[in-house]
C-alpha cells in the first residue's frame, strides 16, 4: 500500500486552480457596466529586474533594483493561500484588484506544478523567497471635487518635465503627487485602498494588468510621461487648460510596487487618508520598484458625474 502525503501548500494550491474557473465567471458576472469615459493623463515607469535572477523584459525599462528580503506579507482583509478568495465578491475588500492578485499567483502555483521536479514546494518556495522575496502592491483610489483644478495642474507639469526612467525621479513623482493631493482635503470626497503582497515573479505581470485596467476607463491619454518617454496631444494647450466649470469629479488612482512591506489602514475618514497618503509619499527611491498616477478628466469641457465616479470605480467609499 502507497501512502501519500499532502501539504497544506499544496492542498491550497490545488484547491485554488480547481475553483478558478467559478472565480473567473463569477467576477466577470459582478462587474459593472463601463460608464462614461473622459481623457486623462499617466505618468509612472519603474522595473521588476533583479540581479540575482536575471530576465528579458521589464515594466517601463527603468534601471535595475535589488531584491532579497525574505518573510510574507498578507493581503489586508484575506492573507493569501485559499481564505484569499473570500473577499474577492465584498464591496470595497478585494474587488478587481484581489482578483488579479489571485490570478497572479495562481498562474505561478500551476507553472510550478506543471514544472515538477523531485523537489518539494515548500523547497522551491523557500528559495525563490531567499532570492527576490515579495512585492507588496497599493492600489489607492480618491474622489475629488472638480474645484481641485491645482491638483490636474500640478500633475500636468510633472507629467512634462519628471524624469521617470529613475528610480529617483519616480520617487520624487510619487512624492509631489501626494503632497498635491494632501493640500486639498476639503476636496476628497471618496477613497479606496487596496494592498496585498505577491511573489517576485508574478509582480510584474499583476502590476501590468492593473495598469491596464485603470487606462482602460481613460477614453484617450491626452497627457502621458513613463519611463521617460513623453506624449502629449498636438495642441494639448487648446485641449486641456482649465477645467469646464461644469465638471464635477475627479478621478486620481495611484498604483505602487514596492519591495517593502507598508502598514497602511483601512480608509473611512479623511484623517485615515491623509495618514496613507504620507505613508506613500515617504517611500524612498531604492523600495520604489514601478510606480503608476492615472487621472481623469483631463480634456477641457470633460465631464465625470457622480453617476460617472461610481460606476468607474465601484470601489469607493465615500469618506
Known amino acids: 500500500m502507497f501512502k501519500f502525503k499532502f501539504s497544506a501548500a499544496v492542498i491550497k494550491s490545488w ?62 482583509g484575506g492573507g493569501i493561500g485559499f481564505p484569499f478568495i473570500l473577499p474577492i465578491f465584498g464591496f470595497g475588500g478585494g474587488g478587481l484588484f484581489g482578483f488579479l492578485i489571485l490570478m497572479a499567483i495562481v498562474g505561478t502555483i500551476t507553472n510550478s506544478i506543471r514544472r515538477g521536479s523531485s523537489q518539494s514546494l515548500a523547497s522551491r518556495t523557500n528559495s525563490t523567497n531567499n532570492l527576490t522575496g515579495p512585492v507588496t502592491m497599493i492600489q489607492l483610489q480618491i474622489g475629488l471635487l472638480a474645484a481641485a483644478k491645482e491638483l490636474q495642474e500640478d500633475l500636468r507639469i510633472l507629467a512634462t518635465s519628471s524624469n521617470t526612467n529613475t528610480p529617483a525621479g519616480l520617487q520624487k513623482v510619487l512624492q509631489e503627487s501626494t503632497l498635491s493631493l494632501l493640500r486639498q482635503p476639503h476636496l476628497w470626497v471618496y477613497a479606496n485602498l487596496e494592498s496585498g503582497s505577491v511573489p517576485f515573479n508574478s509582480a510584474e505581470t499583476t502590476f501590468n494588468r492593473l495598469s491596464i485596467t485603470e487606462r482602460s476607463k481613460l477614453k484617450a ?99
Open 15 to 76: 484547491l485554488a486552480v480547481i475553483f478558478l474557473p467559478f472565480i473567473l465567471c463569477a467576477t466577470l458576472l459582478i462587474q459593472p457596466e463601463p460608464g462614461y469615459a473622459a481623457s486623462g493623463g499617466r505618468i509612472g515607469g519603474g522595473s521588476f529586474r533583479s540581479p540575482s535572477i536575471p530576465r528579458t523584459g521589464s515594466y517601463g525599462g527603468g534601471g535595475s533594483y535589488r531584491g532579497g528580503y525574505g518573510g510574507y506579507g498578507g493581503y489586508r
Open 221 to 319: 491619454e491626452l497627457t502621458s510621461n513613463v519611463s521617460g518617454q513623453i506624449f502629449s496631444e498636438k495642441n494639448l494647450e487648446a485641449k486641456v487648460g482649465e477645467a469646464s466649470p461644469t465638471n464635477e469629479y475627479i478621478a486620481v488612482t495611484i498604483l505602487v510596487a514596492s519591495r517593502t512591506r507598508l502598514v497602511l489602514n483601512e480608509i473611512a475618514t479623511n484623517d485615515q487618508l491623509n495618514e496613507n497618503l504620507r505613508i506613500l509619499g515617504s517611500i524612498s527611491s531604492e523600495d520604489l520598484m514601478a510606480l503608476e498616477i492615472i487621472w481623469q478628466p483631463e480634456g477641457q469641457g470633460e465631464v465625470l458625474s457622480n453617476e460617472d465616479l461610481v460606476l468607474a470605480y465601484p470601489n469607493l467609499k465615500h469618506l
